[in-house]
């Protein structure tokens, strides 16, 4: 009767630790399912824009087609591991063996397939991703000039006169041009949920074409190393619903006291972290390229670069003359 009792004590304990051994297992997988789904969130993978869209689907096209080597590899590795393990003495012993012209088709074939697939891919993407080509739509596209300083960006608004620190904003449905440049170190200006990626260089000018066809706020960094304020280079990308309030947006910049001009410039560049947003009411005619030629050599001195052009020119005809004796 004793041992009946203790049985049925020890079969209640096993049971409710198999119980409990369920639930934990359903917890760690709740938990792991709902840390991977906020991994998709803000990024590359929850695409608010159509170019982040026709990214996206780049992505997930060519990992699957790599997941037809990778998967079958994985599976091979762990069969081959258990099926010729040690003691299995029933299987064939083929010491000499050294050929299988199968094999040696699989195992050819189907990645020269894949890799044929991938590059037209590839090359039919490059193009129709290219971030310099606009984008095809019925409305005009608004320019934004982007200037990357240490450690903050420069937005700039050529047709509205505006400017702002750390914040950027554009209307829904309506396509954006990015014209890029740096002050200081290369940068890359990335506004991952729009798609696309450019890299920010002094003394030249590269270009993005972006559309957000969902209002709201957006992540925008640096994806560049650039120094130790680089953390704090973040700004956020505001997609307004309409063009109205994009309007209103611009209309409470132009309330704003300050100018910026190349004497404020000159102040805003200099090296701050973790800057706040700051808005700038009127903007200087052509500044963005004033920040562009700066580096330029001859950008200050082109009179006297157009002086010294035919003694230049004298100087080549007297080489090429001792060239031909």
């Not at 992505?59 to 003691?87: C, D, N």
């Not at 090359?123 to 080509?133: A, F, G, V």
């Amino acid at each position: 009767m004793q041992n009946l009792v203790i049985q049925n004590l020890l079969g209640r304990n096993l049971f409710s630790r198999n119980k409990v051994f369920r639930h934990l297992k359903t917890a760690l997988f709740a938990g792991a399912s709902a840390m991977l789904l906020a991994g998709c969130q803000g990024g590359v993978l929850d695409p608010k824009g159509q170019v982040g869209v026709d990214e996206k689907h780049l992505i997930v096209v060519a990992t699957l087609l790599m997941l037809i080597v990778v998967v079958p590899v994985i599976f091979m590795t762990l069969f081959f591991a258990w099926k010729y393990r040690e003691g299995r003495t029933q299987e064939i012993y083929a010491p000499k063996w050294s050929h299988s012209t199968k094999i040696e088709l699989v195992v050819w074939i189907i990645p020269i397939i894949i890799v044929v697939i991938l590059g037209v891919i590839t090359w039919r993407s490059t193009h129709d991703l290219d971030p310099y080509k606009p984008l095809v739509h019925e409305k005009d596209h608004i320019t934004v000039e982007v200037v990357s300083l240490n450690w903050k960006w420069l937005f700039i608004y050529p047709e509205q006169g505006v400017a702002s620190v750390n914040e950027l904003a554009f209307p829904t449905d309506v396509p954006v041009e990015f014209k890029i440049t740096s002050d200081t170190t290369m940068n890359s200006f990335f506004i991952p949920q729009l798609g696309g990626q450019i890299y920010s260089m002094a003394g030249m000018e590269t270009k993005l074409h972006l559309i957000a066809n969902e209002a709201g706020t957006y992540d925008g960094y640096s994806a560049n190393y650039s120094g130790e304020g680089f953390t704090g280079m973040q700004f956020k990308a505001i997609a307004t619903p309409d063009e109205a309030g994009f309007d209103a947006w611009v209309n409470k910049l132009k309330q704003a006291p300050d100018s910026l001009s190349p004497a404020t410039y000159k102040q805003l560049a200099k090296q701050s972290e973790n800057n706040p947003v700051h808005y700038y009411g009127q903007v200087s005619s052509d500044m963005f390229h004033h920040i562009l030629n700066q580096f330029m050599h001859g950008h200050h001195g082109s009179e006297q670069a157009t002086n010294d052009a035919p003694a230049m020119h004298d100087m080549s005809d007297e080489m090429t003359m001792e060239t031909e004796k």
